[in-house]
């Protein structure tokens, strides 16, 4: 027994020994390989690590302020050459196919309310394709059978049962294209951006004032898209009546600046347009040609 006694005290006193009662606090995680290399890490790894390509980063630009985005003015429209959401079913560069009738036009105004037009080159949009008065003030290119072709502005709506595609257009118009005892031809015809003669003006409606009001458009190059009051909470857009006018219903923003987008994205920003009902204002501006 003392013999045995003896040979366990050497065992234990021999250097070496990996008793868990002897290893120092953190040992085990110091002798533990880690993904990142330490400060004496191998020269190998310490090579790798400076040939390796950083990884880029990615900084979005902060948006802008309202005070960096410049303001469209009455000298210097907005283009933002895309089509605005509320353009309507006609659309540029597309033929669409239909018949054209004809109407006694009288003194040319109609269903968009322009009133009187010394010239009748006009035309009635047929009710699909008129939609709530998209389709006013349009110029387009009617083009028949026998290859004559006239150009006619959409001042009226064909009702039910034009079908879409027709086109009614004025006894003048329609004699230009085949002998009026024709009645009904098949057409085709396209949306224009023509050359305008003069800038377009703004009409507010009879009985407008600052606790309602309805607004025109006239004398446009492109159909008008979109048509927005400036009020103290920022632009408001108005809703489209039938008979071509935007409706402010409270009166919000009636008798400030106005803004017309029209089917190409293009924005005008017109300032000082007074509140007097049925008189028609000329601005400084019209739309691009397209």
């Known amino acids: 027994m003392a013999v045995g006694v003896l040979a366990c005290l050497a065992l234990t006193l021999l250097p070496g020994s990996r008793s868990g009662a002897g290893l120092p606090t953190g040992a085990s995680v110091a002798a533990a390989p880690t993904n990142a290399p330490s400060s004496s890490g191998s020269p190998a790894a310490e090579a790798g690590a400076a040939t390796a390509s950083p990884q880029p980063t990615v900084t979005s630009p902060p948006p802008p302020s309202a005070a960096s985005v410049p303001t469209p003015s009455a000298s210097s429209p907005a283009r933002t050459g895309s089509p605005a959401s509320s353009a309507g079913r006609i659309k540029p560069s ?15 105004n109609g269903a968009c309310l322009y009133g009187p037009s010394g010239d009748l080159m006009i035309a009635a949009m047929n009710h699909t394709d008129y939609e709530s008065a998209k389709a006013c003030g349009a110029y387009v290119r009617v083009r028949a059978a026998n290859g004559n072709s006239i150009t006619v502005r959409i001042v009226n709506e064909c009702p039910l049962p034009c079908a879409p595609g027709q086109l009614d257009l004025s006894q003048e118009a329609f004699a230009k294209l085949a002998s009026p005892s024709l009645g009904r031809i098949p057409i085709t015809w396209t ?20 606790f309602w009001c309805g607004v025109q458009v006239i004398g446009h190059r492109n159909p008008v898209a979109v048509l927005e009051l400036r009020t103290a909470s920022g632009w408001r857009k108005l809703p489209r009546t039938d008979y071509n006018y935007f409706l402010s219903a ?5 008798g400030g600046a106005i803004r017309v987008t029209d089917l190409y994205g293009e924005q005008l ?12 204002q000329q601005t400084r501006v019209q739309f691009a040609r397209h």
């Open 269 to 280: 920003t017109v300032e000082g347009i007074a509140l007097k009902p049925d008189v028609a």
């Open 191 to 210: 949306l224009l951006s023509p050359a305008a003669p003069d800038t377009l003006s703004i009409r507010y409606k009879t009985g407008s004032s600052r």
């Open 94 to 108: 597309i033929s669409y196919q239909g018949v054209a009738t004809s109407y006694a036009a009288g003194d040319g």
């Open 250 to 254: 409270d009166g919000s923003g009636c």
